[in-house]
């Protein structure tokens, strides 16, 4: 028996939109820190999350497809979104790549979770790519000393500087994101304590 499905409104399409370009980014980012992996481990580890960030892509397309949702097109309205973010956060080794992509995926997908629970859509969303894990386990070890960590948590204090910064403008352009200033208030402050518990994960401090 073939399932109804609802099509999606308009709000609920912008918050999809974000999510798809979303995916893209991280998909895009994965690939670039396999790229610049020291080790193939590394290299194949990445091109691993990349393909299954890709493929949350493609099941996605086929959610909206149903819904009667122009995926591409609502993706296409965020574009460019994280062009500044990555302009002022270069990283000049890998370490400090890999705690950026750990930092900045972590809120984003924290942000996309409330936002599509705050919508009630996508309960199927899978978000964990992966990628903190492994940082977990192949990069804390060498930030255990305290200068080390010391440089490493500043560096990551300044990316999500700039990562809150891109979550609350994106939700003040896009103000069907959310409903009111104060549930905006209400969603950052739930990522930050997230971001928080995240960073103590790797040793950090936020």
Not at 5 to 33: C, F
Not at 57 to 71: I, N, T, Y
Not at 165 to 194: C, G, N, Y
Request: charged residues 25%; contains cysteine; hydrophobic residues 45%.
């Amino acid at each position: 028996m073939e399932q109804n499905y609802q099509p999606v409104n308009a709000r609920e399409s912008e918050v999809i939109g974000l999510v798809a370009y979303a995916a893209l980014a991280a998909m895009t980012r994965l690939a670039k820190d396999g790229d610049q992996a020291p080790t193939i481990e590394a290299h194949v580890a990445h091109a691993r999350m990349s393909a299954a960030t890709f493929a949350h892509f493609q099941e996605l397309e086929v959610w909206a497809a149903h819904r009667q949702c122009d995926l591409l097109k609502a993706a296409e309205a965020y574009s460019g979104i994280f062009d500044d973010l990555d302009a002022r956060t270069r990283p000049t080794t890998w370490r400090e790549r890999s705690v950026k992509t750990y930092v900045t995926l972590g809120i984003l997908t924290d942000f996309l979770a409330e936002l599509t629970a705050h919508h009630d859509v996508l309960p199927e969303a899978t978000w964990d790519l992966g990628q903190g894990q492994w940082v977990r386990e192949h990069v804390a070890s060498y930030l255990s000393t305290e200068e080390e960590s010391a440089r490493m948590s500043l560096w990551a204090r300044r990316v999500a500087g700039e990562v809150f910064a891109l979550m609350r403008s994106t939700m003040f352009t896009h103000p069907t994101l959310v409903d009111t200033p104060e549930k905006a208030d209400e969603i950052a402050e739930k990522v930050t304590r997230q971001h928080s518990d995240r960073m103590a994960g790797l040793g950090l401090r936020a």
